[in-house]
């Protein structure tokens, strides 16, 4: 038994040191269709990179903002600006609260915010977090804290993904990447919000499925779940507010799933919890540009709404 | 718990060091962490269906014992009939319940009456063909005096739910498995390593052969109509390696992890697609199921000792009830009946044991006279492998009919790119060292044992750096676990 521990320890040793170096090498010539599982792709969908690169010059903000494409499309900075309130979004592409934790022990203290606004909806919930920790791996330095997330993921992509993405970060092989501001209809604006020239959502035809039920006693709720509840203890050990929001969807996909009360009852016992779905009138088609996100004229009806009810 | 998970990268050292450091002094308490370990193994995946196997277990134990002190044959009839009701009511009921009511709602409706029936949402408990098939030998065996039963409930439990081969084979008999729970193992190191070499062959031919066949193949079936018949040729190889790599790599693992905790469980692929008759294909391919059906089912019938009409009638039975087996369909009926009439033709002309050892035995290269037998034998499973993957009986005729068309005849185009060259090359590869190692268990044992060690290492590093790249994206689970 001693010379096969002794053999395995050996072998896994030679395995812990060579697989880095392929990997990196594999990372940087393979062809795409055998990259499939480093996913590293920074300056991809949502500016996650040209947001954290903006996040440098700021600090002590009155509202920071975190979540989903909920949010960082949700929230326009300049809106909270026009009331006197500061803030920044760190919103990131399917963000959930796996991925919110690693981001305010981050950049908590240098932002400084007097409250965070919260954004969550059931799908994040239900969501294993992977695509968001992939996002977050290519388009920041990473530190123990991306060790930590990607374990409790427990996904060989995102293993894979966060190797090289250390390779990335120690060999400094990003220094001469930039991201455009504008990118097809979205364009970055500074403070972290991402603004899409203005659309309706008439051009597309959905069919949806009416009579779903979102799974809440699943593990990956649970995780999800416990990842809030620390960011609460976080939030509150430095006294700083937090507020749940639920951004707006269209009613037609709201309404697809019949126990979006019970995820209501779920946040409501967390914490102070807003669903906007249920708080302001919007048209399906005139406030969005697609199922899920509002247009410019949703936005600011949703953030007005928001700025009323947090100054009260 | 799927073989391909972190979950069970985690599981399986922490099982392995409880049971070779903490439970080794006691034979009982290695069986029991066996039981406990395998019912965290299954319930990963739903813990209500543990309550399935625990029923099985308690009802083939009580069997057994029963038998044992009864010897009133009508008794011991009724004992026997229990266990069989009881496993086959289960994987009835789970398995063709809805199957059978759609089949009666049809035929009602042909003749002019409408009914509506109560089709239930049954969820087929992962595995239940596997371990009903398992335990139905015991009882079977005690029956017809082939085995002692067991007083030991806990090694009975083991056997029965044993993790590595628990939810997809091999279909281990107790006659073979039961005694091993009844001996102290003692650690062997070489038995252990090779455990370990089949373990990540397994995985191998699961994740990167089977899983990257997976995504050109379901592409392919999946939108059949639209392909012509070179391209739906390339669908359903692709086709014959996902499912080879899949269900061969599954039984691998199984084995080898076996392996590592003393076990030694039964070969269950012999490289099949080797095989130059279609009896050598069913004598190296899913080898415990097909020996099950030969053992409990086709010698009862008879075999082949009757008349030719007794001999067709037989081969029908267990190669139609083989296909049922995999799965409440038309198609995989049409399967198994396609596969016995391949067969009947060897058997009528008694050259179905014609073909007993290796195919190019001692030498490097097949004559030419073995590899035209090899490409037509391997050309007729592929045929049959159309019924297999096809969602219809009308999509697999469709399907063939593509394939016999003038189109076959043109340069396959399908959106295919790069992934699916750099997967023809990778299943060439296996082919060639499948080849190269025909002659034993399995096709990396004793590789280059005689090399140096830094060269069987580098071939190792590079097999698990193959799997982590070439992984698919999704956890994908087993195609067997369906059956």
């Not at chain 1, 804290?145 to 996904?155: L, Y």
């Not at chain 2, 084995?255 to 190296?284: C, H, K, V």
């Not at chain 2, 071939?459 to 999704?474: A, E, K, P, R």
Request: some cysteine.
């Amino acid at each position: 038994m001693k010379r096969f521990i002794k053999t395995i320890m050996i072998f896994a040793f030679f395995t812990v040191i060579v697989y880095p170096v392929l990997l990196a090498f594999w990372g940087d010539y393979a062809p795409y269709y055998l990259t499939k599982t480093i996913n590293y792709k920074i300056g991809s969908y949502g500016h996650l990179y040209s947001r954290l690169q903006n996040i440098k010059e700021v600090k002590d903000v009155d509202i920071l903002f975190v979540g989903s494409s909920h949010a960082y499309r949700g929230f326009d900075t300049r809106i909270f600006q026009e009331h006197g309130l500061s803030s920044f979004n760190l919103g990131s592409s399917a963000q959930t609260p796996l991925q919110t934790i690693v981001l305010l022990k981050r950049y908590l203290n240098k932002l400084n915010p007097k409250m965070v606004v919260y954004e969550v909806n059931a799908e994040g919930f239900s969501s294993d977090g992977v695509e968001s920790s992939m996002d977050i791996i290519a388009n920041d330095r990473n530190d123990f804290g991306s060790i930590k997330m990607a374990f409790q993921q427990r996904h060989l992509m995102v293993y894979n993904t966060l190797i090289y993405g250390f390779y990335r970060d120690i060999f400094n092989k990003n220094k001469d990447f930039k991201e455009n501001i504008v990118k097809g209809g979205d364009t970055y604006i500074r403070g972290g919000h991402v603004e899409k020239a203005l659309q309706y959502n008439d051009r597309f035809e959905y069919t949806v499925t009416n009579g779903q039920k979102w799974d809440f006693n699943g593990k990956v709720f649970k995780r999800q779940l416990a990842a809030l509840e620390d960011a609460f203890v976080l939030l509150e050990k430095q006294g700083v507010k937090i507020v749940l929001v639920q951004a707006p969807i269209t009613q037609m996909f709201y309404r697809c799933y019949s126990n979006n009360h019970e995820f209501d009852n779920k946040m409501k016992n967390v914490g102070t919890y807003y669903n906007f779905n249920d708080l302001i009138s919007l048209d399906d088609k005139r406030h969005y540009y697609d199922w899920h996100h509002l247009n410019t004229v949703g936005v600011r009806i949703f953030n007005e709404k928001l700025i009323d009810l947090i100054s009260e | 718990m799927l073989f391909n998970s972190i979950d069970f990268a985690v599981f399986l050292p922490i099982v392995f060091i409880l049971y070779w450091f903490v439970a080794n002094k006691h034979l009982r308490l290695q069986n029991l962490l066996v039981v406990v370990s395998s019912y965290i193994f299954y319930g990963w995946w739903d813990w209500r269906f543990l309550s399935l196997i625990l029923f099985s277990t308690i009802i083939d134990y009580v069997v057994g014992l029963g038998l044992s002190k009864e010897d009133n044959k009508a008794k011991r009839k009724i004992l026997l009939c229990i266990s069989i009701f009881v496993n086959l009511g289960f994987l009835g009921f789970f398995k063709y319940y809805n199957f059978f009511l759609d089949n009666f709602v049809t035929a009602f409706s042909f003749f002019g009456s409408e009914i509506r029936p109560n089709s239930l949402n049954v969820i087929l408990p992962v595995g239940i063909s596997f371990y009903t098939f398992q335990t139905l030998s015991y009882t079977i065996d005690i029956y017809r005096r082939k085995l002692v039963p067991t007083r030991d409930f806990i090694a009975f439990s083991a056997f029965v739910s044993f993790f590595p081969q628990l939810v997809a084979g091999p279909i281990e008999r107790a006659t073979h498995l039961l005694p091993q729970f009844y001996r102290k193992r003692s650690f062997d190191y070489n038995k252990a390593v090779d455990g370990l070499r089949q373990i990540l062959w397994g995985l191998f031919k699961k994740i990167v052969i089977a899983d990257s066949c997976a995504v050109y193949a379901n592409q392919i079936f999946n939108n059949s109509s639209d392909y012509s018949g070179s391209v739906l040729v390339l669908g359903v190889l692709f086709f014959t390696f996902q499912i080879y790599g899949d269900f061969s790599g599954y039984s691998d693992i199984a084995i080898g992890t076996s392996r590592l905790f003393g076990f030694d469980l039964m070969q269950n692929f012999a490289f099949p697609y080797f095989s130059r008759d279609i009896a050598e294909f069913w004598r190296r391919w899913h080898i415990s199921l097909s020996t099950w059906f030969r053992d409990y089912l086709y010698i009862p019938l008879g075999g082949s000792r009757g008349g030719v009409l007794m001999k067709i009638k037989n081969t029908f039975i267990i190669f139609i009830v083989s296909g049922f087996w995999h799965g409440a369909n038309w198609t995989f009926i049409i399967w198994g009946a396609l596969n016995a009439v391949y067969f009947l033709p060897l058997l009528l002309l008694n050259k179905n044991r014609n073909n007993l050892g290796n195919i190019a035995h001692g030498k490097r290269f097949p004559d030419i006279k073995e590899l035209a037998s090899m490409f037509f034998t391997f050309g007729a499973v592929v045929i049959a492998w159309v019924f297999f993957r096809a969602d219809s009986v009308t999509h697999a005729v469709n399907y063939l009919a593509t394939i016999f068309s003038s189109s076959l005849f043109t340069f396959p185009r399908f959106a295919g790119g790069g992934g699916a060259w750099i997967t023809i090359f990778l299943t060439a590869c296996l082919i060639l060292v499948e080849w190269h190692g025909r002659e034993r268990q399995y096709a990396l044992a004793h590789w280059c044992i005689k090399r140096h060690r830094a060269i069987r290492w580098s071939f190792y590093i590079i097999l698990i750096f193959l799997i982590g790249m070439l992984s698919s994206t999704t956890e994908t689970p087993f195609i067997y676990f369906q059956f």
